[in-house]
Structures are given as structure tokens and as C-alpha cells.
């Protein structure tokens, strides 16, 4: 030991005497810690709702956040963890915004390899590298990635498919061995599964093949933290696009994971003009005339000639400017509009001029009845009705007790 720091100690006075004489300066040791950055499951999300307390994602937000990492890590990886969705007419948009991003594996799930036609296409166009243990074929079994003269990361992604489970494990199994043979510092398995059968997977990996992340791919609507069991640091990551895993990995120490919900913030400027495009787009295709063929249920007037005060306090509250708070927006469009638009969620026709968007009918069963013998009492507003619309996905931190109170003092006229 005593030679090794002498000999140490005398390596170090040559090269500060070669600095000083003009010598040829060290070269700059590879960097030893590797910075990944892992993008939550997009399912469709291009854009937070924005109503109904806490919303997160959106590629816009998301690509500025990739973005402010980036100025802190220069040589950054970025993994995106798939399952992009099932509508057809977003996946261009998700793979643009993920290219520009500069996206250096993608997770594959059982959906995206179920829609290859599409998929592999987009991937391709746009410089994307797909990763899938189970993809036939499709799509390389493990990637790695990594700056050139820093610590490399492979890559695996697994989902069912129409694998059993031992089938999976020996898909898994197969890379995994793959990868310990080409001495790469760093692995992370993506998985597309519950929670149970990720577990039960690496139950049945021996020790020297368990990966040093899982990147849990969850129905969770916001992220949960990171936890370390059995030396695989688990990361769950939310789907809709909620979530940003930050993670440093070093050699001989644990993981370092910070979950970040991509909340509302800075958003990218370009990303946002190809959504803001996509729905316009949509707002004219779903162009339709004006209809005069009477609604399946009672309209605001009807109640109005025994509660007019009422009436005139429900349309300054926010549920009966719904439908304007979407044309504001720019939002318009069926999609949006199932849950603004009262007329449009029972009769698939959008309300004319007037008294639109969440009505009394929204909130009040048996008005008919109510309306044909007025000594009946009309139903009180529930929780029930208020999760048509305000569910998990759309309003993950609502509060019934709140929406209630605020609801009863309008139709108390207060």
C-alpha cells in the first residue's frame, strides 16, 4: 500500500512539473457518472386537461423540462417509456416531439408491437431506436446508450404480449446474459407490467443477471417515489405523461432518483405549435350545422320560470361557462367537449348560442319527473354524477367535499 501511494504520489509531481515546463496537459479522466432521464407512458396525453385540480403532463411541458436538465447535464440519456396510446392521429405528434427531444431509446410495449405497421414507420422517420425483448424481429432486443467516452446504459423492455410468463423470463433471461457478456456499466429494465408479475419476473433471474433499475410502467395517475429491494432500485412512472424520473448512476453507489411531476411550467414552443395545429385541425373536421331537433333531457330554461335566482347565480359559476372556457382555449373539439358539453355528452350534438356546458341536468336526476309534477324534489347533486366527469384521469386531486360546497351555494343562491 505504501508503494502504491508512493508511486501514486510521484505520478502526480510529473505531471504538475510537465504542466509548468509546457508539457503536454493529462487528458481529462471519462466521466464516471451517468445522467437518465426517464419520460413517463404518453397513452394519448398531449396536452393536461387543465381543470379539476392537479394536471400534469403534455409533451410541451415535458420537452422544456427534458430541456432545462439538459443545460444542467450535457451528456444526458433520455429514455422514453412507451405506450404512446391508442389514437392513431397523435402518434406523429408523440414521435416529433419525442425525436425533438432527442430520444435515445424507446420502450416498446405490447402496443406499440401490436401496432408495428404504424409504429415502426414513425420510428424510423423520425431517427427513433426501439427496444423490445419480445419483439420478434421488430425491433432490437436491448439497446445500449450513453455519451462515447462516458458509462453506458443498456436498455430492455418487456411486456405480455402472448408470452406466458416463463416465456418472458427466458426472453429477459436471453438479453440480460447478452448484455453481461458486453460488459456494459449500467442496466435498466423497462417493464409493462403489473407490479406482482414484475416481481415474479426477477424472482426468477438468477442474482448475477437482476438489473440495477426497473422502471415499473404503472396505471398510477402521478408518480410515486423510488425504492430500493433486493438491489434493484425500483422507479414507478406514471402513465399520461406525468412523470420525469431524473436518475444519476455511479459506480459502487445506489441509484439516485428524483420524480418530478411535469406540472404546469415553461412549455416548448414548437411542440406546443404542433398540438395547437393537431386540434385546430380537429376543430374543423368536426365542423356540423346548427340543429334544431329538440334535447333528450331538460335545458337550463326549463328551470328557470321557479328558480330564476338560481338560474342567474348557476351561469356566472365556471361549470356553465365550460363550453366558452374551451373555445378560449382553442379546445373545442368531441373530445373535450364530453364533459363541457352537456347537450354533447347525451346526444352527440354540440349546444348553440346560450345556456351550454354543465347544466342543471348534469348534476339533478329525475328533473323530468320533478318538471311534470313540481311538489317532487328534484335529486340532489352526488358525487356519483360529478365522476362522469371529474375522474381520476382528468381530476386526480379533486376534492368532492370542495366541488360540493361550492356547487349547493350556487343552487342555494348564495
Excluded at 406466458?164 to 456499466?185: G, K, P
Excluded at 321557479?306 to 363550453?323: K, S
Excluded at 328533473?367 to 366527469?389: E, I, Y
Amino acid at each position: 500500500m505504501r508503494t502504491w501511494r508512493r508511486a501514486a504520489w510521484w505520478g502526480v509531481a510529473t505531471v504538475l512539473c510537465l504542466g509548468r515546463l509546457g508539457g503536454a496537459p493529462a487528458a481529462a479522466p471519462p466521466p464516471t457518472a451517468l445522467h437518465v432521464i426517464v419520460t413517463g407512458l404518453t397513452l394519448d396525453y398531449l396536452e393536461p386537461c387543465g381543470c379539476g385540480g392537479q394536471n400534469a403532463g403534455g409533451l410541451a411541458r415535458r420537452a422544456a423540462m427534458v430541456a432545462e436538465l439538459r443545460r444542467q447535464w450535457p451528456d444526458v440519456v433520455l429514455i422514453d417509456s412507451g405506450q404512446w396510446g391508442v389514437i392513431e392521429a397523435r402518434r406523429p405528434i408523440i414521435a416529433r416531439a419525442l425525436a425533438a427531444m432527442g430520444t435515445d431509446a424507446v420502450a416498446l410495449s405490447g402496443d406499440e408491437l401490436a401496432n408495428w405497421d404504424q409504429i415502426g414507420p414513425l420510428l424510423a422517420g423520425h431517427g427513433l431506436v426501439g427496444t423490445a425483448v419480445q419483439s420478434a424481429g421488430k425491433a432490437p432486443p436491448w439497446l445500449v446508450v450513453g455519451p462515447p467516452d462516458g458509462p453506458r446504459l443498456a436498455v430492455v423492455s418487456v411486456s405480455w404480449g402472448e408470452s406466458t410468463r416463463a416465456q418472458m423470463a427466458a426472453a429477459v433471461q436471453s438479453a440480460l446474459q447478452d448484455i453481461a457478456a458486453a460488459h456494459v456499466d449500467h442496466v435498466a429494465l423497462v417493464a409493462h407490467l403489473p407490479r406482482a408479475d414484475a416481481e415474479a419476473l426477477l424472482a426468477m433471474l438468477p442474482d448475477r443477471l437482476q438489473p440495477e433499475l426497473l422502471l415499473l410502467a404503472t396505471d398510477d395517475n402521478l408518480p410515486a417515489p423510488a425504492e430500493t429491494r433486493g438491489g434493484v432500485t425500483w422507479v414507478p412512472m406514471a402513465h399520461n405523461g406525468r412523470s420525469l424520473s431524473a436518475i444519476t448512476l455511479e459506480p459502487g453507489r445506489p441509484p439516485r432518483v428524483e420524480q418530478r411531476l411535469v406540472a404546469d411550467g415553461p412549455r416548448d414552443a414548437a411542440v406546443q405549435a404542433w398540438i395547437d395545429a393537431y386540434f385546430a385541425q380537429m376543430q374543423a373536421g368536426e365542423a356540423q350545422p346548427a340543429t334544431d331537433k329538440p334535447a333528450s333531457f331538460p335545458r337550463v330554461a326549463a328551470c328557470r320560470p321557479c328558480h330564476g335566482a338560481v338560474v342567474e347565480a348557476w351561469r356566472g359559476h365556471p361549470h356553465a361557462r365550460a363550453v366558452e372556457t374551451l373555445i378560449a382555449k382553442q379546445r373545442d373539439v368531441a373530445a373535450c367537449l364530453r364533459c363541457h358539453d352537456e347537450r354533447l355528452r347525451r346526444d352527440g350534438v354540440r349546444s348553440g348560442p346560450g345556456d351550454r356546458g354543465v347544466e342543471c341536468a348534469s348534476c339533478h336526476d329525475g328533473l323530468p319527473a320533478h318538471l311534470a309534477q313540481p311538489t317532487s324534489k328534484a335529486t340532489s347533486p352526488s358525487v356519483g354524477l360529478c365522476r362522469h366527469c371529474h375522474d381520476d384521469e382528468h381530476s386526480p386531486h379533486w376534492s368532492a367535499d370542495t366541488y360540493l360546497a361550492s356547487v349547493r351555494a350556487v343552487c342555494e343562491a348564495r
